[in-house]
Nanobody
Framework: QVQLVESGGGLVQPGGSLRLSCVASGRIFSINAMGWYRQAPGNQRELVATITIGGSTNYADSVKGRFTISRDNAKNTVYLQMNSLKPEDTAVYYC????????????????WGQGTQVTVSS
C-alpha cells in the first residue's frame, strides 16, 4: 500500500511563512509527479503547484513568486515553502502523487493525502 502523509500546517499571521512536507510511504520505486492542491470552505479544490520527477514545476498564478515546490526523490518527499502568506491562502492543503510505481504495480492517476490545515489570520 502507498500512503501520503502531510505535515507542517498551522496558524500563521499575514506575511508569515510555513513549510509543508509530504512523505509517500510504501515499497515505492518512483513517482512521476508530486504536487499540492488546496480547498477553502465553499470552494472547489484547486491546483497550487506540481513538480515532475525531473524537477519541472508548475504554479497557480495566485501563488507564483510566493510559494516554492521542491522534492527529494530519494525520500519520496515533496515540500511546499509558502512565503508572504495572505488570508486568502487559508485552506486545507492536499498532497498528491501521480504515476506511482511500487511493489504492487502502478497507480494510475492521483494518490491523495489526508490534508493539512493552513490558516492565515491576525
Amino acid at each position: 500500500q502507498v500512503q501520503l502523509v502531510e505535515s507542517g500546517g498551522g496558524l500563521v499571521q499575514p506575511g508569515g511563512s510555513l513549510r509543508l512536507s509530504c512523505v509517500a510511504s510504501g515499497r515505492i520505486f518512483s513517482i512521476n509527479a508530486m504536487g499540492w492542491y488546496r480547498q477553502a470552505p465553499g470552494n472547489q479544490r484547486e491546483l497550487v503547484a506540481t513538480i515532475t520527477i525531473g524537477g519541472s514545476t508548475n504554479y497557480a498564478d495566485s501563488v507564483k513568486g510566493r510559494f516554492t515546490i521542491s522534492r527529494d526523490n530519494a525520500k519520496n518527499t515533496v515540500y511546499l515553502q509558502m512565503n508572504s502568506l495572505k488570508p486568502e491562502d487559508t485552506a486545507v492543503y492536499y498532497c498528491t502523487a501521480n504515476g506511482v510505481k511500487y511493489q504492487g504495480g502502478t497507480i494510475v492517476g492521483n494518490k491523495w493525502g489526508q490534508g493539512t490545515q493552513v490558516t492565515v489570520s491576525s
